[in-house]
């Protein structure tokens, strides 16, 4: 019969083969391509046990074992990064996490709809743009100099302006917010979605016994997005030391690098900007056995206490 | 009542504070760079201009940064979109001998990786760090993207492949005569994906470009930051705030708003379109994830 059927299966493998090879053809180009750009940098993790010779290739350049890591963990930026990395990362899990279930749970209960509507078009809007585009609109509306925060400040309240981009303690303020900014509205989708596939009895059964709508929000719709949310959380978790490495890498500045220097911009810093290779590698394989342990950890948490889980 | 109008307010403050940034640096590209820094442009351009732009078109840089930018996003979306749609047609033949395999060895690439240094050893093997074929060719393909596309396949009746090959059509011509006009939704979806990643990327040409003439949009406008933060930070931000083009009265940071702008108005040009086609691709993916 032909290609597709299912008698087909009951050829001999050549003769199936065979008859997909223009299938084969169309998937040539993504094997080669994903052997090129996501199999042979896998291979090139070895950097991290080797000093590396120009003239010698990856594989030939001498073995130096476990140097690079000893070499990191010494180095008297170490507890400073790994502490950075994690506040950082928890003060987003912790305030940039809860922003859009928040925001869906209000946005849920505004039933004027072309209010509604607008308020979600403007707020999706900071999740398309670039993060360059995010930090110099930063930029300009907070500089002390003629910013429109600064000049409200000033003009209205006669106070003295800040330079809320340039001082080390308004970075962690700045990061999380601007995070929240750029994220929340578009993070509400999910959950608004979850919301909508709550049954609407529920809310029926528990108004006739008498329940208002803070109980109702808080007794029915938390509850239903909670598996949405569980799911969104673990998955939080494994992405976090990734995620926006760009907004670290705009925001940073050397007035602010004692807190604002992550594993992510240590990497790009040693590695390709002073040429460290076999180091930055080091770094950055323990950057991913790092987070693939917090994800591994939350996970068992989360099925332990929540039955929730992602495998 | 009195919960209702608090609700109205939160979400409205939030919705402003979205939406206002873009409007401030909207009416201030539009205003005399000289004016602006006199403060007090808010809402509404004060001395309305053009020149800003007029600038910004004049600048060889900027040109050449938005050239390279259309140019990436155009040929990244084409090529992309391309060998996107062979690869998840190729994924959703479940009779293809070996397929589980083909896809966990797609697959594993999504959970490990090598790394930004190895992976910028293998740009630079591969001679791209010189190259405009940087920004296309290493983001041809992505798994998501692939995924998207193959749901949506594997929502076309197989009978119609089936009674075309028995009819003798090979299987280009079932693409390019079935799966293809079916699939305008989904095409539409993933070429937004990619033209979007494509036109915001600033991270390739900044770290992994050795050649400033292939500086795309985003990446000028990184450098242009990052050497305006330096300028803040040393506390000169005031003189080079105050030195503008006596008769263009634009100024840097005003020939900045305009090239900001510039970055943005195609996003929010295709945004109704984002908006349609986004969600949905958003909710496929959390199902599928």
Known sequence: ?311 | MVAKAIIYTIVGLFGFATFYPFWYILIASFNSGADFTRGGVYLWPRVFTLANYREAFLSRMIVNALTISVGRTVLGVLLGISFTALFAYAMHIRTLPGRTWLVIYFFITTIVGGGMIPYYFLLRALNLTKSFWIYVIPSIFNFFNMVLMRTFFDGIPSELRESAVVDGANEWRVIARIYLPLSIPVMATVSLFIGVAHWNDWFTGAYYVSNQKLYPAATYLQKILTEAQAAQTIQVGRETAAMFDAINQTTPQSLQMAFVMLLTMPIVAVYPFLQKYYVKGVMVGAIKG
């Open chain 1, 1 to 311: 019969m032909l290609a597709g059927s299912l008698k087909v299966s009951g050829r001999p493998l050549t003769k199936r083969v065979i008859r997909h090879r223009s299938i084969y053809l169309m998937a040539l180009p993504a094997f080669i391509w994903y052997a090129v750009f996501c199999y042979q940098p896998m291979y090139g993790v070895l950097l991290a046990f080797k000093d590396y010779k120009f003239n010698m290739g990856i594989l030939h350049s001498p073995w130096v074992g476990l140097k690079y890591f000893s070499q990191f963990l010494y180095t008297s930026e170490f507890w400073s990064i790994i502490k950075n990395t994690v506040v950082i990362s928890g003060l987003k899990l912790l305030l940039g996490f809860p922003a859009p279930i928040i925001l869906a749970l209000l946005m849920n209960e505004i039933t004027h709809q072309k209010y509604k509507r607008v308020i979600q078009t403007f707020s999706y809007l900071p999740h398309f743009v670039s993060w360059v585009v995010v930090a110099t609109l930063m930029n300009i509306i907070f500089t002390p100099y003629g910013g429109v925060v600064n000049s409200i400040r000033m003009r209205a309240f006669d106070l003295p302006a800040i330079f809320f981009m340039g001082e080390q303690r308004f970075f962690y303020p700045v990061i999380v917010l601007s995070d929240i900014w750029k994220g929340a509205g578009w993070g509400t989708i999910i959950y608004l979605a979850a919301i909508t596939n709550i049954n609407p009895e529920l809310y029926e059964a528990a108004i006739c016994d008498g329940a208002g709508k803070m109980s109702c929000m808080w007794h029915i719709t938390l509850p239903g997005i909670l598996p949405t949310a569980g799911i969104m959380f673990i998955l939080a978790t494994g992405g976090i030391l990734n995620a926006n490495m760009d907004q670290v890498l705009l925001l940073q500045k050397p007035s602010n690098i004692v807190v604002s220097q992550i594993l992510d911009t240590y990497v790009l810093k040693v590695g390709i900007r002073e040429g460290r290779f076999g180091f930055a590698t080091a770094v950055g394989l323990f950057k991913s056995v790092f987070s693939a342990a917090l994800v591994f950890t939350t996970n068992w948490v989360s099925k332990k206490v929540t039955e929730i889980s992602i495998w």
